[in-house]
C-alpha cells in the first residue's frame, strides 16, 4: 500500500559499529568505561556477552547506561564455551583480532548466514601475527583459534576495503611488543582508530601517496571513558530514502552520525536530486553529527562512483530502492564486496526488486536499475515474497519499497531486522502515520 507522508522527528539507534567498539575497548580497560546510547540489537548483544565470556563484566543500568568493568589488555580469560556471534560478521572479525594476541583459544560459531561469510580474510594476517587457526579449507565458521602470546608485530596491506580486517589486526596489535602497522590503500570506516585513540592507545595515521598507514603500539593500557554513542547513518539511511520517495514527507532524524567514511549515501542521493539539510552540525563521542532534515524530492538516476563504495557499502540495498523510484538509469559498479555480506546483495537485492515490479539488471559488480520516475512500484503479487535470505538490510529495504509500492511488499521474515534496528518497523510506522 502506497504510504503517507514521513514527518515529524525520530530518533534512531546507537551506531552498531561503535558500539561494537565500545564494548571491546571497554573490556580492555582497567576501570570503569561508561556508554550511553548504545544500540541494543543482537550483533552488539553477541559482542557484549562473548565479552563476558572472556571475563569482563558488563551491565545494563535502569536508565539504559552499560556500564563496562575490563580486565585490561593482556586480561582475556579463555572462555569455557564456543562464542555464538549469531549474525554479526563484526563482532567475529573483530574478536578474532582479540583473541590472536592473548594465550587462549576459543571457538567461534554463527547462524547460517555467519556460517557462509569468508574468515579467510582474518585468518590470513592473524596467522602471520601467530596465532592458530583450526578451520575447513573455506575458512568459515564454526572454527577455533589459538592465540599467541608473545604475538609477531607486523606491517600488512590491506588486499580488500574491509574496516573489519584493518579493525582486527589494530585490536591484535595492542596486546603485541612493538608497533603493528596497516596499510589501507582505500579509506574505510574509521571508528576503530578513533576510539582506540581516546582510550589512550599510541595509534598514528599517516597518508602517504593516497594510502592511509595506520601503526598501533603493542603492550597498550587503555584508560576506561565515557562514551555517548551516535546516531547510526546506516539506520538513518532507509529513512532518509522513504522521505525522499514519498511524496509530502518533510521529517529530522536526530543524532546521525556524519563520519565522512560512512556519509556517501547522502552524497549519492543530493547528486540524484535529494533534499537533506545537516542541522545542529557538532561532536558527540569524538564522532561528527547532525539532524537531518529529509525532504520529499525527485530524484534523477546516475552513475554512481565506485570510489564513494566503502563509505556507504551497507547502504547500497537502499540505494537500489531509491534508484529503482528515479527518472532514467542508476548503475553501480565496484561492489564486488556486497556478495559476501550477510547474503549475496547484489543477487538478493536484483531478485527483490524484480519481484515487486522493478526494472533490474545484474552484473558482475554491480546492479543497472532503470527507475520509474517517481510512479510507483506494483509491488509483491499474491503468494510472492521477497527472500531475506537472514539479512536484515534486504527486510529493511524493501519495506522502504512497500511503501512507494502500490500493493505493498511482502518478506518471508522480518525477523533479521532485530540484529541492528529492533524497533525499525514501529519506528516507521510512526513516522508515516
Ligand atoms: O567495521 C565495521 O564495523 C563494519 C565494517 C563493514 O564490513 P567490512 O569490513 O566487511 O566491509 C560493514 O559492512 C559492517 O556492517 C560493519
Ligand atoms: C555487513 C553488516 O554487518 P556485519 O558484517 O557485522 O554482519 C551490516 O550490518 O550490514
Given at each position: 500500500m502506497p504510504s503517507g507522508p514521513l514527518r515529524g522527528r525520530i530518533r534512531v539507534p546507537g551506531d552498531k559499529s561503535i558500539s561494537h567498539r565500545s564494548l571491546m575497548l571497554g573490556a580492555l580497560a582497567v576501570g570503569e568505561t561508561r556508554v550511553s546510547?548504545?544500540?541494543?540489537?543482537e550483533d552488539v548483544l553477541a559482542t557484549a556477552e562473548a565479552m563476558r565470556q572472556m571475563g569482563a563484566t558488563i551491565t545494563r543500568e535502569a536508565g539504559g547506561t552499560w556500564s563496562i568493568h575490563g580486565v585490561g589488555v593482556g586480561g582475556l580469560l579463555q572462555p569455557a564455551a564456543p562464542l555464538d556471534m549469531g549474525n554479526s560478521g563484526t563482532s567475529t572479525r573483530l574478536l578474532m583480532g582479540l583473541i590472536a594476541s592473548h594465550g587462549i583459544s576459543a571457538t567461534f560459531t554463527g547462524d547460517a548466514s555467519l556460517s557462509k561469510r569468508p574468515m579467510g580474510r582474518v585468518i590470513e594476517p592473524l596467522s602471520l601475527m601467530g596465532a592458530g587457526f583450526d578451520a575447513s579449507d573455506g575458512g568459515t565458521l564454526p572454527l577455533t583459534m589459538h592465540g599467541a602470546l608473545p604475538a609477531v608485530p607486523m606491517t600488512y596491506r590491506l588486499p580488500v576495503a574491509s574496516a573489519q580486517v584493518k579493525s582486527a589486526i589494530l585490536l591484535a596489535g595492542l596486546n603485541t611488543p612493538g608497533v603493528t602497522t596497516v596499510i589501507e590503500p582505500v579509506p574505510t570506516r574509521d571508528h576503530s582508530e578513533r576510539m582506540l585513540r581516546g582510550f589512550g592507545a599510541e595509534l598514528t595515521v599517516d597518508e602517504v601517496d593516497g594510502e592511509r598507514i595506520i601503526k598501533v603500539r603493542g603492550d597498550a593500557e587503555l584508560r576506561p571513558q565515557t562514551i555517548e554513542v551516535p546516531g547510526d547513518p546506516s539506520s538513518a539511511a532507509f529513512f532518509i530514502v522513504a522521505a525522499t520517495l514519498v511524496e509530502g514527507s518533510d521529517l529530522v532524524i536526530e543524532n546521525v552520525g556524519l563520519n565522512p567514511t560512512r556519509a556517501g549515501l547522502i552524497e549519492v542521493l543530493r547528486l540524484m536530486g535529494a533534499s537533506i539539510e545537516e542541522l545542529d552540525a557538532r561532536e558527540v563521542g569524538g564522532e561528527p553529527v547532525a539532524d537531518l532534515r529529509v525532504r520529499h524530492a525527485p530524484l534523477s538516476g546516475i552513475d554512481v562512483d565506485p570510489a564513494v563504495a566503502p563509505s556507504m557499502i551497507d547502504e547500497f540495498p537502499v540505494l537500489f530502492v531509491a534508484a529503482a523510484l528515479a527518472k532514467g538509469t542508476t548503475r553501480t559498479s565496484g561492489l564486488e564486496e556486497l556478495r559476501v555480506k550477510e547474503s549475496d546483495r547484489i543477487s538478493a537485492m536484483a531478485e527483490a526488486l524484480a519481484l515487486a515490479g522493478a526494472r533490474v539488471e545484474e552484473t558482475e559488480d554491480g546492479l543497472t536499475i532503470h527507475g520509474t520516475g517517481g510512479e510507483l512500484l506494483r509491488g509483491t503479487q499474491d503468494g510472492h515474497e521477497v527472500l531475506t535470505h537472514l539479512d536484515h538490510r534486504i527486510a529493511m529495504s524493501m519495506a522502504i519499497a512497500g511503501l512507494v509500492s502500490r500493493d505493498g511488499v511482502a518478506v518471508?521474515?522480518?525477523?533479521?531486522?532485530?540484529?541492528?534496528?529492533?524497533d525499525f518497523l514501529s519506528l516507521l510506522h510512526g513516522a508515516s502515520a
Open positions: 546510547g548504545l544500540l541494543e540489537g518471508d521474515s522480518t525477523a533479521p531486522i532485530a540484529t541492528s534496528f529492533p
